[in-house]
């Protein structure tokens, strides 16, 4: 899919509030660094999107569930910049003190170890990802074996990871990756949209809320695949 540049990318990510530009000296220190609503009510859940594309997915979760933190990773400045205009818009123009729990970065998947501390995110979500077709290119997969181990090392003990796709053969792919890195599936459905929908938005409260992707798909009643994972202790 060709990406279409946006104009002043740069201008707009040095000017963002939630837009980290070297996020590797707060690894360990994500809820120090973001304010909630819930001062003093314990330790806030980490959640980060990898490849949070345009951003409607990260900043609704965000708006939505004030107590938690959200943090989102997407490593295409121009695309990046799409997510900050994003942000902007869902605070309503009132920046950080709208949405104090949202922060953006500009990593590869590969980095997020520089990023994070072991054992300090909560929950990984994967949200329509590139499902890289060609059998040459399996190990750009974010569920592949490349980036599992980082996933593991990452998630908390009682973390768990996220992912939903439209692409058949990329979910098949993941069904096999997932267990053999060392992840226990927990839930699955191929039809997230159809009758598993209640249940499993009760586990994952991301799944209330759609990305552009996937509200194209439903409109053309393509089904949705989805799998709720965790790291084998």
């Known amino acids: 899919m060709r990406i279409r540049y946006l104009k002043k990318t740069e201008e707009v990510l040095e000017n963002s509030p939630w837009v980290i530009d070297d996020p590797t ?31 409607k997915f990260i900043c609704q979760m965000a708006k939505a569930h004030p107590d938690t933190l959200f943090v989102g990773d997407e490593r295409v400045s121009t695309i990046l910049a799409r997510t900050a205009l994003k942000a902007m818009t869902e605070s309503g123009d009132r920046g950080l003190e709208a949405l104090p729990n949202l922060r953006l970065i500009r990593v590869s998947a590969e980095e997020l170890e520089e990023v994070f501390a072991p054992g300090e995110i909560d929950r990984i979500y994967l949200t329509f990802s590139d499902p890289w077709p060609k059998d040459k290119h399996a190990k750009r997969r974010l569920t592949s074996d490349r980036f599992l181990p980082i996933y593991r090392k990452l998630l908390s003990p009682e973390g768990d990871l996220c992912f939903k796709t439209d692409n058949d053969a990329l979910f098949e792919f993941s069904l096999e990756s997932l267990p053999a890195a060392g992840f226990r599936i927990l839930d699955m459905s191929h039809d997230l949209h159809g009758e598993d929908f209640d249940r499993l938005s009760q586990q994952d409260p991301g799944v209330l809320v759609t990305t552009e992707y996937e509200e194209n798909f439903i409109r053309i009643q393509k089904n949705i695949h989805y799998l709720r994972a965790a790291a084998l202790r």
């Open 25 to 55: 000296p707060v690894a360990g220190r994500w809820r120090q660094l973001m304010k909630t609503g819930a001062e003093g009510a314990g330790r806030p859940k980490l959640c980060l999107e990898i490849g949070c594309g345009k951003g």
